[in-house]
């Protein structure tokens, strides 16, 4: 009988983890059955207000890059490279999947020297991202000291998720609806016997003191953008809008604010998302011509208005994405077993949650690593395991 590997979460980590680990039991024949159990799945798009702790299904979903200047933002550009490469494959042969490839535009009111020093080499070498062009500073929009263009993508989130999960399916993938506590109550869920493997891709974990949400508020709109533009304020606040493919609209936003969990759109947030929409508008609607920027005037911009109100908590940890191994031993009850099988039994969990709001940027980086840390467990599972014994993983940490 073949034992199954749960998967927590169906957000983009959960959901691409889940895909890499099917590819994973596929090439190799291994006797595995995959189940993502999680409270929400991806569904149609509707006027009805998204969960705000299911982020993925309603993020603006856009390739940033941020300079690695530390450690976890050296390591978040390593998955960002492998991710990127991933969605210029998806581009060009699975148009279908939600995720298109447009100008990115980046403007800054009082750029970091990090940032004044950027180069072409630079750029590519810590996003893989090309076509890195500084903005003649002549046609920058006033107040902008700074300005670079580049190539990147933006993905509709909620087709992007729901092809994802229809991929998992097909492939022969099972799904559970249910609000799960902790991991042992994840791996005794659906299966019997009781999962020996989990992926808790759950977003904020189970009872981690590291984690928080981030509140973000945005914007749909009915802007037509083709560009992606994201404009960094002096103020230390910033502005963006996100032209989603496949007729989705245009995403204006927004906001990261650390520690708050109203799911109501505040009004004020929404005014100040309205006339960001207007000027953004200008902006994403520009044209080149000569290496000048032609702006549309306020009096030739048709009426724009906002279409929907999202609020998302994003899942943020201290010190960035958790990733690793963990080994727990589970407790057994003396009543009901003999003493030949009172064995040790071993849940092993492989932690990727705590992305916050760089969920799809890393995703696919994310989960290519996920799988090889599954690829090391049933390595070592199969060498060592007999028939009743103990679960003998190597190179596993201890529980924290």
């Known amino acids: ?23 994973l039991i596929h090439a190799q024949g291994l006797p595995y059955k995959l189940i993502i159990i999680a409270k ?22 856009h390739v940033r ?33 939600g995720v298109t490839q447009v100008p990115g535009v980046e403007y800054f009111e009082n750029p970091s020297p990090e940032i004044q020093s950027l180069d072409a080499a630079t750029f590519m070498t810590q996003s893989g991202l090309q076509g890195f062009r500084r903005i003649d500073e002549h046609t920058l929009p006033r107040g902008v000291k700074l300005g670079y263009e580049y190539t990147t993508y933006c993905i ?17 993938g099972s799904i559970m609806t249910a609000d799960v506590k902790c991991e042992e109550e994840a791996a005794a869920a659906a299966v019997a016997p009781a999962a020996r493997l989990v992926i808790n891709a759950s977003g904020m974990g189970f009872g981690d003191k590291a984690c928080f949400p981030t509140r973000g508020q945005i914007a749909l709109t009915n802007i037509p953008a083709e560009k992606t533009i994201t404009r960094q304020n002096a103020d230390g606040t910033w502005s963006f809008v996100i032209p989603r493919g496949f007729d989705g609209g245009t995403i204006v936003g927004g906001t990261k604010e650390a520690g708050e969990w109203d799911a109501r759109p505040d009004q004020r947030t929404r005014a100040t998302l309205a006339k960001s929409m207007r000027e953004l508008a ?26 929907q109100d999202v609020v998302g908590r994003r899942p943020t940890r201290d010190g960035g994405l958790r990733l690793e191994v ?12 003999s003493a030949s099988d009172r064995q040790a039994k071993i849940l092993v969990i492989v932690h990727a949650y705590g992305a916050g709001g760089r969920g799809y940027e890393i995703s696919w980086g994310v ?34």
């Open 65 to 97: 890059p941020i300079l690695a200047l530390t450690p976890q933002l050296a390591r978040e550009a390593r998955w960002l490279k492998y991710t990127c490469n991933v969605f210029a494959e998806q581009v060009a042969t699975q148009p279908w999947l």
């Open 367 to 400: 989960a290519e690593e996920v799988k090889d840390l599954v690829t090391g467990v049933l390595r070592d599972e199969g060498l060592t395991r007999q028939a009743g014994s103990v679960w003998e993983l190597g190179k596993i940490l201890p529980s924290t």
């Open 326 to 337: 963990e080994r727990r031993t589970l407790p057994q009850s003396s009543q009901t077993q």
């Open 156 to 172: 509709n989130s909620p087709i992007y998720c729901m092809a994802l999960l229809r991929k998992f399916i097909l492939n022969g």
């Open 40 to 61: 929400e799945f991806p569904s149609s798009p509707s006027s009805i207000q998204p969960s705000p702790n299911y982020a993925s299904m309603h993020a603006g979903a």
């Open 1 to 23: 009988m073949s034992e199954y590997i749960v998967i927590i979460g169906a957000g983009i980590l959960g959901l691409t983890a889940a895909l890499r680990i099917q590819d």
């Open 282 to 307: 200008l902006l994403s609607s520009s044209s080149m011509t000569e290496g000048k920027h032609q702006y549309l005037t306020t009096s030739q911009t048709p009426s724009y208005e906002i279409l």
